[in-house]
Nanobody, 126 residues
C-alpha cells in the first residue's frame, strides 16, 4: 500500500512555470511506475507523463511534450512534475498515480494505475 499526496498547484499566468510534487508514504516509491494525469471540468482524465521505477525512462503526452518534465527521487519518496511555458489549456486538477506494472505504452491509461492522490488544482490565466 502507498498513499500519495500532491502539492504545488496554484494560479499562474500564461508562460509561467510551476513544479508539482507527489509525496508518498507507506511502501517506498521505488517499487512503482509513477504517472501524472490531469482532468479539466467536463473532460476525461488525460495522461500527462510517466516515469519508470528506476527513473531512466519517461513518457509524455503530446500536449505537454517539450514543456513538462517528470522526475523522481526515490530516496525522498517523491515524484515531481516541472511545468514550463504554461498555457490556459493546462488548467485542470493534476493527479499523481502509482502502478505496479513496468512502464510501457499501456501506462498512458489511467486504469492501469492502482494508487491515486487527491489532486492539486493548476489554473493558468491568459
Amino acid at each position: 500500500q502507498v498513499q500519495l499526496v500532491e502539492s504545488g498547484g496554484g494560479l499562474v499566468q500564461a508562460g509561467d512555470s510551476l513544479r508539482l510534487s507527489c509525496a508518498a508514504s507507506g511502501r517506498g516509491l521505488r517499487y512503482y511506475t509513477m504517472g501524472w494525469f490531469r482532468q479539466a471540468p467536463g473532460k476525461e482524465r488525460e495522461f500527462v507523463a510517466a516515469i519508470s521505477a528506476d527513473g531512466f525512462t519517461m513518457y509524455y503526452g503530446d500536449s505537454v511534450k517539450g514543456r513538462f518534465t517528470i522526475a523522481r527521487d526515490n530516496a525522498k519518496n517523491t515524484v515531481y512534475l516541472q511545468m514550463n511555458s504554461l498555457k490556459p489549456e493546462d488548467t485542470a486538477v493534476h493527479y499523481c498515480a502509482g502502478s505496479q506494472l513496468y512502464l510501457r505504452e499501456s501506462l498512458r491509461l489511467p486504469g492501469n494505475y492502482l494508487y491515486w492522490g487527491q489532486g492539486t488544482q493548476v489554473t493558468v490565466s491568459s
